[in-house]
Nanobody, 123 residues
Framework: QVQLVESGGGLVQAGGSLRLSCAGSGRTFSDYVVGWFRQAPGKERELVAA????????YYADSVKGRFTISRDNGQNTVYLQINNVKPEDTAVYYC????????????????WGQGTQVTVSS
């Protein structure tokens, strides 16, 4: 399994931007599907973006399309989530997850998880 560490969270004003990073170690995950999930208090963990770079495909939840961008730096074994025009409803703990061949895009389909990074949006 690959070990994942997220960073880049923090407090940001509505309308601002931030970039989350997910650094992988243990093995390269260039052929993995990598997803960014978030979990707000009292809510279920939800997928907001995912990428399969072997095939060049990406997925975005409707709620974040046009504002979130998932990308990767193979040389750094790192996946990013750029968040623009943040909204108070984006407040959550953000997790990255990876799996070489997930059967789906739900949380149980990903075998490796980071510890999460808190994003708080002030209005």
């Amino acid at each position: 399994q690959v070990q994942l560490v997220e960073s880049g969270g923090g407090l940001v004003q509505a309308g601002g931007s931030l970039r989350l990073s997910c650094a992988g170690s243990g093995r390269t995950f260039s052929d993995y599907v990598v997803g960014w999930f978030r979990q707000a208090p009292g809510k279920e963990r939800e997928l907001v973006a995912a990428g399969r770079w072997g095939g060049g495909s990406t997925y975005y939840a409707d709620s974040v399309k046009g504002r979130f961008t998932i990308s990767r730096d193979n040389g750094q074994n790192t996946v990013y989530l750029q968040i623009n025009n943040v909204k108070p409803e984006d407040t959550a703990v953000y997790y990255c997850a990876a799996d070489p061949s997930p059967l789906g895009l739900g949380p149980p389909d990903f075998g490796s998880w980071g510890q999460g990074t808190q994003v708080t949006v002030s209005s």
